[in-house]
C-alpha cells in the first residue's frame, strides 16, 4: 500500500538553511503536501507542489521533487526560531481522496 | 475570516462510553475531513464529508461513525470506547475537492480512562 516516510528528527542552527526530505512509494500521487504543525495547535498547510513540477518557491520555502526516486524535500532558507514545529509530509492521488501522512520531522533550533 | 472550530477541545470519557465531536468548516467550505492522531500511529484518515455524503472512508472500525448536516456542519461519534482511542481528532474543511485548499481545526483532544 502507500507509505510515506521522514526521518523522526533534524537540528539545525539559527540562521542557517534546514533541508527536512520525505520519500513515497505511490507513483501515482497526484499532489504532495508539507504540513506543519506547532505545540497545541492544529495542522497547517505550508505549501503543496503538483506531480509535474519539480520545485516551487515561495518566499523561505522551497520544495523540490525527484518523481523518479519519489522524493520530495522541503527547505527553509534563514531558519529561525519560530520554524520550530513538527513537519508532516502528505500525499494525495486523483483516485483515493484522502491523505497519506509521513511521521512527521521535528525540526529542532539550536541557538 | 473565522477558521475551523472543533467542539469540544477537551475531553474525558470512561472506557464502554460514546463520545460526539463537532467541527464547523469555513463559511463556504462543504467538505469536511476527519483524522486521528496518536503519537504511535501518526495521522491517520477517518472520512471525508462533501455535501452531506460520505465521501471516502479510513480503515477504522465501524465503532467510528461520522454524518454531516445541510449547513456543512460535521460531526463524528465514537461507540464503545476503548483506551487506544485516546488520541487528537481533527477535523479539516475545504471549499471543493482537492487538499491543498484544506485549512484544520485546532482539533479535540480525547482522553479515555
Known amino acids: 500500500g502507500e507509505d510515506v516516510e521522514q526521518s523522526l528528527f533534524l537540528s539545525v542552527r539559527e540562521g542557517d538553511s534546514s533541508v527536512i526530505n520525505c520519500t513515497y512509494t505511490?507513483?501515482?500521487?497526484?499532489?504532495l503536501y508539507w504540513y506543519k504543525q506547532e505545540p497545541g495547535a492544529g495542522l497547517q498547510l505550508l505549501t503543496y507542489?503538483?506531480?509535474n513540477m519539480d520545485m516551487k518557491q515561495d518566499q523561505r520555502l522551497t520544495v523540490l521533487l525527484n518523481k523518479k526516486d519519489k522524493h520530495l524535500s522541503l527547505r527553509i532558507a534563514d531558519t529561525q526560531t519560530g520554524d520550530s514545529a513538527i513537519y508532516f509530509c502528505a500525499e494525495s492521488t486523483d483516485s483515493n481522496y484522502q491523505l497519506i501522512w509521513g511521521a512527521g520531522t521535528k525540526l529542532i533550533i539550536k541557538p | 475570516k473565522a477558521g475551523v472550530t472543533q467542539t469540544p477541545r477537551y475531553l474525558i470519557k470512561t472506557r464502554g462510553q460514546q463520545v460526539t465531536l463537532s467541527c464547523s468548516p469555513i463559511s463556504g467550505h462543504r467538505s469536511v475531513s476527519w483524522y486521528q492522531q496518536t503519537p504511535g500511529q501518526g495521522l491517520q484518515f477517518l472520512f471525508e464529508?462533501?455535501?452531506?455524503?460520505?465521501?471516502n472512508k479510513g480503515n477504522f472500525p465501524g465503532r467510528f461513525s461520522g454524518r454531516q448536516f445541510s449547513n456543512s456542519r460535521s460531526e463524528m461519534n465514537v461507540s464503545t470506547l476503548e483506551l487506544g482511542d485516546s488520541a487528537l481528532y481533527l477535523c479539516?474543511?475545504?471549499?471543493?475537492?482537492?487538499?491543498?485548499?484544506?485549512?484544520f481545526g485546532p482539533g479535540t483532544r480525547l482522553t479515555v480512562t
Open positions: 464529508y462533501f455535501s452531506e455524503t460520505q465521501r
Open positions: 505511490d507513483s501515482s500521487s497526484t499532489y
Open positions: 507542489i503538483f506531480s
Open positions: 479539516a474543511s475545504g471549499r471543493d475537492s482537492g487538499f491543498y485548499e484544506q485549512y
